[in-house]
Each structure stands twice: as structure tokens, then as C-alpha cells.
């Protein structure tokens, strides 16, 4: 298998989120979340990528990751309890299809879950960076 037949991990990520039912038409990007409202990112976060070693001659390994949006925000409680209510169905959503082993494709996958719940994580006047962190498992040869 040459460099261009890889599966890239984001980039199957990338793909499996913007099928969630609950996203608005926002740009899904990869460690970049525009300033405008309904706007995606995907981010990489740090971890040890090996979780178990020597397993058949292959490896149990993880991808940890951010998944952020831009939303609406300020003191209409209102707005900010939209803004987490569409993360709980994220979360939610992932929960089921992990359940029911819809994940990315990617080789080896065994899981996909949300490690956190959502937080606003920068706040604005008027907009705020919201974002939950999630893990996938994967076994590799």
C-alpha cells in the first residue's frame, strides 16, 4: 500500500461527523474553526497512541480528538441552552452508533466515544467556541 491508498484517521472522521443528522450546513474544518457562527472543526488532541502492544503481532491503538463548533451566544439563556442541547444529541448519536458498530472507515475500529461532555471553551460577546472531546480505538497490525 503506497501513501495515497492510506486511510487518513481525520480525514474518515471528518467524513462520519458531517453525517450526523444535527449539524446545520456548517464548513467541517480540520484544526481550524472559522470566527462565523455554525461553523466545525475537528482537531487531533495529544495521547499516547498505543493502548496495548504485541496483541497477534499488532497493536491496540487510540485517536483522541476535539470536535468544536462556533454558535450563537450571550445572555439569552435561551440561545446557550440550544447550543448544548445539540450536544447532547451529539453525544447521544454517537453513543448508538457505537453501539451499533456504525463508525468511520477505518481499519481495525473497535469504538468510537465521547470522553467528555461539551463545554463552552471561549466565550465571546455574541458567539463562543463550544466543544466536546472524543476517542476512537482502532487495531493495527
Known amino acids: 500500500m503506497n501513501d495515497e491508498d492510506e486511510v487518513s484517521i481525520i480525514e474518515e472522521i471528518r467524513k462520519y461527523i458531517a453525517t450526523c ?3 446545520k450546513d456548517g464548513k467541517i474544518g480540520v484544526d481550524f474553526l472559522e470566527n462565523e457562527e455554525t461553523a466545525y472543526s475537528i482537531e487531533p488532541i ?4 498505543t493502548v496495548v502492544s504485541d496483541i497477534d503481532d499488532g497493536e491496540l ?5 476535539v470536535f468544536a463548533s462556533r454558535e450563537s451566544y ?4 435561551v440561545q446557550n441552552m440550544l447550543n448544548t442541547k445539540f450536544y447532547e444529541k451529539f453525544s447521544k448519536w454517537i453513543r448508538i452508533n457505537n453501539n451499533n458498530e456504525v463508525f468511520p472507515n477505518i481499519p481495525g475500529i473497535e469504538s468510537i466515544e465521547c470522553t467528555s461532555t461539551a463545554y463552552a471553551y471561549q466565550t465571546g460577546i455574541d458567539t463562543a467556541r463550544y466543544q466536546i472531546q472524543l476517542r476512537i480505538t482502532y487495531y493495527e497490525n
Open 61 to 65: 491503538k487510540q485517536f483522541a480528538f
Open 21 to 23: 443528522p444535527y449539524l
Open 46 to 49: 495529544p495521547i499516547n497512541p
Open 74 to 77: 450571550g445572555s439569552e439563556t
